[in-house]
């Protein structure tokens, strides 16, 4: 294996897939980076065994065709000390990497290519295209409701599901909901599958890019997605995912409006003083006025109103106050809208004027 590649595109694709080296000392390989030079193309491969990276870079000077896996964080710091302008070589040569770039010169071992985890015989049962900027949108009004460490592990992730031309992102950690919707533009074959958390926060990393559209490839084990010049694969959590569409509301009846910033800057004012570790606040409605009130471990207190315009009946509710600001967060819409669950355990939220995304969240007994 012999090629040429200048300093400055070399080490641009190597930070993208860099995050994903790790120490391992039981398996070894995992701190190399796989390099592949086949019909022109360079392809450099990272994994961590959840989620693989590949960079492609097309050659433009001659080369000799070959793999063979270095360290990854020697390669880049190779790059980094290197000269702006200069140009890398690479050849291998009796299981060692031969580095040149200008005046200096550095002999790397290798481990075997064979030895690299990799998804090179990807199998996919669905497909789909898809706008950067849809997707990315999606996963973040959705990401933060994921799981963290829980031990229901089909929770630690995202659901991503198309039936009949709508394509959901779905997540939730027992406690709180949000599910986000949009319509494809063409027929694909129905799936449902969980994505881990690793790999939703690291695709959503990837999306911050010019808009364009992107191909999304579904395996039964894995996920594929193309993105400009990377290739993103991520494994999948098995398990059943809980059915999200039982905590809906089936009637919409009981609902009140409120002013997304007002509603925001007046929970902000009560959280100080919630309690570090329930957070939860009181919400008193009732003759157009939102009453906010909060109280902590050292027996502070706080409140906070404003008017809104409500002549229902009188609302009492606690609730976790950073789920809500979460979510408000999250919407851009100058209203949003509260409906109230009849059983009195949750509440859901939507946009004003925007039925795409919903959230739900559970609240606290009283």
């Known amino acids: 294996m012999k090629f040429i590649i200048k300093k400055n595109i070399l ?14 000392n039981s398996f070894p390989v995992l701190e190399n980076i796989l390099i592949t030079v086949k019909n022109g193309i360079l392809s450099l491969t990272a994994t961590n ?16 065709a070959g793999s063979t896996t270095i360290s990854g964080r020697k390669l880049l710091d190779i790059c980094r000390n290197s000269l702006d302008l200069s140009n890398i070589q690479m050849q291998l040569n009796k299981n060692k990497m031969h580095i040149i770039s200008d005046n200096s010169s550095y002999i790397l071992t290798t481990l075997p290519s064979d030895n690299f985890p990799n998804n090179h015989n990807f199998h996919h049962i669905a497909e789909f295209f898809i706008s ?25 992730g995202m659901l991503l599901e198309i039936t009949d031309k709508s394509l959901y992102t779905v997540a939730t950690d027992g406690y709180r909901l949000g599910i986000s919707k949009t319509i494809l533009q063409e027929n694909t074959v129905p799936f449902s ?8 926060i690291e695709l959503y990393r990837l999306l911050n890019i010019q808009t364009q559209l992107i191909r999304i490839l579904v395996g039964k084990n894995n996920i594929r997605i ?16 809980p059915d999200y569409k039982s905590v809906l509301l089936q009637t919409r009846n009981h609902f009140i409006t409120f002013n997304s910033k007002l509603l925001k800057q007046s929970l902000l004012r009560a959280a100080i003083l919630s309690h570090e570790k329930f957070c939860g606040v009181e919400i008193h409605i009732r003759n157009n006025q939102f009453k906010v009130l909060s109280d902590n471990q050292e027996e ?67």
């Open 193 to 200: 599958i969980i994505i881990p958390r690793k790999g939703v």
């Open 132 to 156: 950067s900027n849809i997707l990315k949108k999606m996963i973040e009004k959705t990401q933060f409701s994921m799981g963290k460490q829980d031990v229901r592990y089909y929770l630690n």
């Open 11 to 24: 080490i641009k694709h190597l930070q993208k897939i860099s995050r994903l080296l790790i120490k391992n």
């Open 300 to 366: 502070e207190t706080a409140e906070d109103t404003f008017n809104i315009n409500y002549t229902g009946d009188e609302v009492e509710i606690s609730i976790n106050v950073y789920y809500i600001l979460e979510i408000l967060n999250s919407i851009t819409s100058e209203n949003i809208i509260l409906f109230l669950n009849n059983s009195n355990n949750s509440i859901q939220i939507e946009a004003e004027n925007d039925d795409s995304t919903l959230y739900v969240v559970m609240l606290l007994k009283r």
């Open 49 to 64: 065994l959840e989620i693989e990276l590949i960079a492609t870079i097309k050659l433009s000077t001659d080369y000799i």
């Open 226 to 241: 193309y993105i400009e010049d990377l290739i993103f694969t991520a494994q999948l959590i098995e398990g059943q995912y």
